[in-house]
């Protein structure tokens, strides 16, 4: 008998299960089903009820066939009825003229920021966003979701310059800060966000200033060097990354009482679920620079609406938040103007299948001459809610397989994919590991129309080459983007 030993030399990969797909019988949605039943209804009525008149069976026939095609066409990624719902929404909006951003420009000396009011003129739901200041940091209240975020700036030195060994160390300190996560139920989500932003370089020319060596038997090394650093000026991108850390007032409703209830509560157990996570973080590779002030998150806001106003805001000047949001723009089907920048979001609809390294997103990180914002979103579940989801899968596919065997309908791997991804699920489940939902979506923005899609296509290769499946957001481009271009920690997995 022989054993399998792992060489730690080796880097650590994961296995993606398969994105689940949304149904209640045979992946047909609740819509679907109701389409469905509406267009037997009508045909039973048309051909063998004597209901309905001769002249008019034909036009109910047609209704219900055409029911059907919307029930199991498909449009754009999306069943057929959802992209005819999607497309009047987007009508009746613009029609309103809820697709059209304007504010006032106020001129003198911006306000400074209070202790409670809203994050400032963002469009949508976002609008009601309110955001707190205590002690320097500021918090982002969510009245809708019932929820408080504070964001805070990370950083971390190259991963792919590192060894295996130190790299496999990073990743499983990652995971132990998601375990951390799931510990009482209190976090609802943890965003993790890394942009790219225009630079002028001046900060890369002083560190090149106070680094470089003076001796002079490297002066020849030393001049090139900085002949070097003088030609990328103007051309260089400035990479952020920010955690925003999410608390569910629903979850964490006794230990918000105990702190003093309402925003002060929950601030304090946003602070006691921080402590723990910011010890776990330095295993993960993260170095805390520092949680952000309102300022600071007005200026994240400004700069995610328009990149190039990252090169007009001065080195250590912030943005009142009343101003942050965007001066106008315009929301369309496929994309989101606003101020001079266009934007198109896109989220992952597949990972990569079979064992994937820890360094694929490397590609989509760092695409050729693009500006985009990545966003990665874990929802941490307790033990009660993984077990719920797991048997309400399980019991989902064991019924959809039962109508297939009655129907005659052949199993597909897809099929036995699904299933050994639950079974692997509650193995993992018994052996003591919380379970974490994730959602990725990727924002790209340009300074034209034909620069974006010039750049969505790059991204689109970039993600190819990753092992990854992107699809374009249609119709909730201002949705979309506010969750995945700003750190405000808005709820997206459910």
Known sequence: M?????????????????????GIVMGLRAGQIALVATAGVLVLLALFSGMVP??????????????????????????????????????????????????????????????????????????SIQLHEHDGVGYLVHPHHGTITAVVEVTSPEFLLRDPVDRNSRVAGWGRVLAAATRTGAIRQVQLLERSIPDDGSALSTF??????????????????????????????????????????????????????????????????????????????LEVID?????????????????????????????????????????????????GAFHAVLWVAEWPNGRTAADF???????????????????????????????????????????????GRVETLTDSKEMTDVLTREGELLAGHGEVGLLGMVTVSASTLDDLEAAVTCVHAAATAASMD???VHGQQMQAFTAAALPLGIPVVT
Not at 63 to 87: M, N, Q
Request: charged residues 20%; contains cysteine.
């Open 2 to 22: 022989t054993t399998a030993v792992t060489d730690p030399t080796d880097d650590v990969t994961a296995a993606f299960p398969r994105r689940p797909r949304a």
């Open 54 to 127: 001769g002249p008019v069976r034909g036009l109910v026939i047609g209704i219900a066939g055409a029911a059907i095609l919307l029930a199991v066409a498909t449009v754009e990624d999306r069943p057929g009825y959802r992209w005819v719902a999607a497309r009047a929404s987007q009508a009746a909006r613009a029609r309103r003229g809820n697709t059209t951003l304007s504010r006032p420009i106020h001129l003198g000396a911006a306000p400074i920021p209070s202790v409670d009011r809203s994050i400032g003129l963002l469009p949508g739901r976002a609008a």
């Open 208 to 285: 090149t200033q106070l680094h470089l060596t003076t001796d002079p038997d490297y002066a020849t090394l030393t001049d090139t060097y900085r002949d070097l650093v003088g030609d990328l000026r103007g051309g260089a991108d400035r990479h952020q990354s920010f955690l925003a850390i999410t608390v569910d007032r629903a979850h964490a409703t006794g230990a918000v009482k105990a702190a003093g209830g309402k925003v002060t509560g929950l601030i304090a157990v946003w602070q006691q679920e921080f402590t723990l996570l910011a010890k776990m973080l330095p295993a993960a590779g």
């Open 291 to 339: 949680p952000l002030s309102a300022r600071r998150i007005g200026e994240v806001v400004r700069t995610g609406f328009d990149p190039s106003s990252a090169l007009r805001i001065p080195a250590g000047l912030c943005v009142d938040p009343a101003v942050a949001g965007p001066t106008a723009g315009r929301e369309e089907w496929a994309y989101l103007r606003t101020d």
């Open 361 to 407: 997103l490397w590609p989509v990180i760092f695409p050729s001459g693009v500006q985009r914002t990545l966003s990665l979103f874990y929802r941490p579940f307790t033990r009660a809610q993984s077990e719920a989801a797991i048997r309400a899968k399980h019991s989902e596919i064991i019924q959809s397989s039962f109508l297939k065997d009655k129907l």
């Open 470 to 472: 992107l699809r374009r």
